[in-house]
Every structure is written in structure tokens, then in C-alpha cells.
Nanobody, 121 residues
Framework: VQLVESGGGLVQAGGSLRLSCVAS????????MGWFRQAPGKEREFVAVITCSATYYSDSVKGRFTISRDNAKNTVYLQMNSLKPEDAAVYYC?????????????????WGQGTQVTVSS
């Protein structure tokens, strides 16, 4: 199984980025796909998850970020708008069976290598 993220970069505060994560080696449509992020010196934190029928977001990104998936392309996306300096982090894509504990990183089986998002003020 391989998850490969892309789309990170440097953006000014208030700007937008779209992250992509392409999955291979798994039956993509059957997995919940999540995005997490980790800033220097901080723990990895939940950002968003998408199942076959629902999406969930952390309070810190709700209304600004949108998670979506294209099962035909084995790809999950994270559209990030109105970015803030506190959104800067390495963003990770993760795959796992959906659980009510979906905010916990331990619920996810597979992880990508991460993509850096930097937000300048």
C-alpha cells in the first residue's frame, strides 16, 4: 500500500492550496480517508476525514477546508481556503477502516510521507 501526497507549498495568509493524495495497493473505495497535520514541536492532529457517505472536520478548519474523494482516481483531496499562519504544518494522508474514534491517528492503518504547507503572514 502506498499513499502519496502532493500540493503543498508556500502561500500567503488568506490564500488557498489544494492537497492531493493518491492511493495504491488497496481497495480505495472501502477505506475512510483522513488528513492529519503536524507542526514542529506539536502532536499530530486530526484535520478531516471522508467516508463513503460523510465528512467530518476539526473545529479549527471547519468552514475553511473541504475534503473530497474521487474513487475512480483513488485520490482524496483537501481544499484549503482562507489559510492562516497556524495552519502551517506537514500534512499527512491516512487510510483506515472508519471508526467513531476517527480523530485518533491510531485508527488509521496506512500513512503517506507528508507534504509541507507553509503560510506566511
Amino acid at each position: 500500500v502506498q499513499l502519496v501526497e502532493s500540493g503543498g507549498g508556500l502561500v500567503q495568509a488568506g490564500g488557498s492550496l489544494r492537497l492531493s493524495c493518491v492511493a495504491s495497493g488497496l481497495t480505495f473505495s472501502t477505506y475512510a480517508m483522513g488528513w492529519f497535520r503536524q507542526a514542529p514541536g506539536k502532536e499530530r492532529e486530526f484535520v478531516a476525514v471522508i467516508t463513503c457517505s460523510a465528512t467530518y472536520y476539526s473545529d479549527s478548519v471547519k468552514g475553511r477546508f473541504t475534503i473530497s474523494r474521487d474513487n475512480a482516481k483513488n485520490t482524496v483531496y483537501l481544499q484549503m481556503n482562507s489559510l492562516k499562519p497556524e495552519d502551517a504544518a506537514v500534512y499527512y494522508c491516512a487510510a483506515g477502516a472508519f471508526s467513531v474514534y476517527f480523530t485518533a491517528s491510531t485508527q488509521y492503518t496506512y500513512w503517506g510521507q507528508g507534504t509541507q504547507v507553509t503560510v506566511s503572514s
